[in-house]
C-alpha cells in the first residue's frame, strides 16, 4: 500500500486506546497472540513488571494511563475493571458516585457504550491467543476469597494467599497446576460484576489475572515467567 509522507508519519504514531475518555498507553512488541493488561493505575508493582516484560516478551501491552485506582468517566468515577459490561459499569457508578444524578450516571454509562466493542475488541487476543492481566492487592484479599466461587484450586503457596492467578481456561488452569504458584479456576461466569474476566468466560476468551501482593516484584516477575514457559 502506498502512503503518503503524512499519512505514514500518522500511522506510525500509536494513538493511544481508549474507552470512555479513560486513556490506554499501546506498546508493541513484534507480533504474537499475547495481550497484556495493567487496568488499575495505583498497582504500581504491576506495571513495572509488565514494563520490564515487554523488553522480552512479544506481544501488545496495554497500560491504563492513570496512577490512581478509580478513573473518570465524564462527571462521575468508575472502577476500570468494572467496565467490561454495562450491568457491571452501571453498578460500579452508582457505587462510587453516591452524589451525582441519575442523568450523570446515565451519561457516563453512554459514553462507556460507544467505545466498549471497539476497545473489547483491541484487548481481546486473536483466536487461540491469551490474555494476561496483572493485579496487585493489599490486606484483605487473597485466593481465599476467590475459593467458593472457583472450579477448581491449587494452593502449594498457602503462606502466600495474595499470590494467585485467576484462570479461565481449564487445559491453562491443568498446567498451571502443576507448579508452585497458587491458582484457581474460575470457567462459569456467576455474577456480572463487569470485570474482564466476565467478559472473557461470556467469550471463551483465555485469560489469567496474576495477583501479587503490592510490592512483591520479584515474585510477580516469576509468575509470569513460569506461566510465559508452561503455556503456548
Ligand atoms: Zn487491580
Known amino acids: 500500500m502506498y502512503l503518503t509522507r503524512r499519512a505514514f508519519l500518522f500511522s506510525a504514531v500509536k494513538k493511544p486506546l481508549s474507552i470512555g475518555g479513560i486513556r490506554f498507553g499501546v506498546e508493541t512488541n513484534g507480533r504474537s497472540k499475547r495481550r497484556y493488561l495493567h487496568i488499575h493505575g495505583n498497582e504500581t508493582t504491576a506495571r513495572d513488571v509488565l514494563k520490564e516484560h515487554l523488553k522480552t516478551f512479544k506481544g501488545v501491552y496495554y497500560f491504563v494511563e492513570s496512577q490512581k485506582r478509580n478513573v473518570a468517566v465524564g462527571e462521575c468515577l468508575i472502577d476500570p475493571n468494572r467496565m467490561f459490561t454495562a ?31 471497539s476497545f473489547v475488541r483491541a484487548v481481546t487476543p486473536p483466536k487461540g491467543g491469551l490474555s494476561i492481566a496483572m493485579h496487585n492487592n493489599s490486606e484483605g484479599y487473597s485466593i481465599k476469597d476467590e475459593l467458593p466461587i472457583s472450579d477448581k484450586s491449587h494452593v502449594p503457596d498457602e503462606a502466600n494467599p495474595r499470590d494467585f492467578m485467576l484462570v479461565t481456561n481449564e487445559a491453562d488452569y491443568e498446567k498451571i497446576a502443576k507448579g508452585r504458584f497458587n491458582a484457581c479456576l474460575q470457567k462459569t461466569v456467576r455474577t456480572d460484576d463487569g470485570s474482564f474476566s466476565v467478559l472473557a468466560n461470556s467469550r471463551a476468551i483465555r485469560y489469567v489475572n496474576i495477583e501479587a501482593a503490592l510490592g512483591n516484584f520479584e515474585k510477580q516477575k516469576a509468575m509470569i515467567g513460569f506461566l510465559e514457559q508452561v503455556l503456548r
Open 87 to 117: 450491568a457491571g459499569a452501571r453498578k460500579s457508578l452508582e457505587r462510587f458516585n453516591r452524589e451525582k444524578s441519575a442523568a450523570q450516571i446515565d451519561a457516563a454509562l453512554a459514553l462507556l457504550e460507544k467505545d466498549r466493542d
